[in-house]
């Protein structure tokens, strides 16, 4: 079982930035990649990013491609995914989330872990 625990989220104003973290607890055996997500009121949950368990390999979204960066601390188990020039449709609810299956996936079905959930919202 592996627990996932996101925070950073909060109020930031449109082109600031902003870093959310998830903290894994657990037995990550067979744990092959961790991904973030958004969802936004009336919308489908939205894969931002992911990245491979051992940090070495990542893939984005084109939506956020230039102004997002994910990341892992291996040592403290943690996920990072630094935000930049936000904007006013960036707000929404971010979740972490885990998978077992080789390959990165968009399916939010196909994640066997999830955190709770942080809200942002990008105002000003």
């Known amino acids: 079982q592996v627990e996932l625990v996101e925070s950073g989220g909060g109020m930031v104003q449109p082109g600031g930035s902003l870093r959310l973290a998830c903290a894994a607890s657990?037995?990550?055996?067979?744990?092959?990649?961790m991904s973030w997500f958004r969802q936004a009121p009336g919308k489908e949950r939205e894969l931002l990013a992911a990245?491979?368990?051992?940090?070495?390999?990542?893939n984005y979204a084109d939506s956020v491609k230039d102004r997002f960066t994910i990341s892992r601390d291996n040592a403290k188990n943690t996920m990072y995914l630094q935000m930049n020039s936000l904007k006013a449709e960036d707000t929404a609810v971010y979740y972490c989330?885990?998978?077992?299956?080789?390959?990165?996936?968009?399916?939010?079905?196909?994640?066997?872990?999830w955190g709770q959930g942080t809200q942002f919202t990008v105002s000003s």
């Open positions: 990245i491979s368990w051992s940090g070495g390999t990542t």
């Open positions: 989330a885990a998978a077992q299956i080789p390959s990165i996936t968009k399916n939010p079905y196909n994640y066997d872990y």
């Open positions: 657990g037995r990550f055996f067979g744990i092959n990649f």
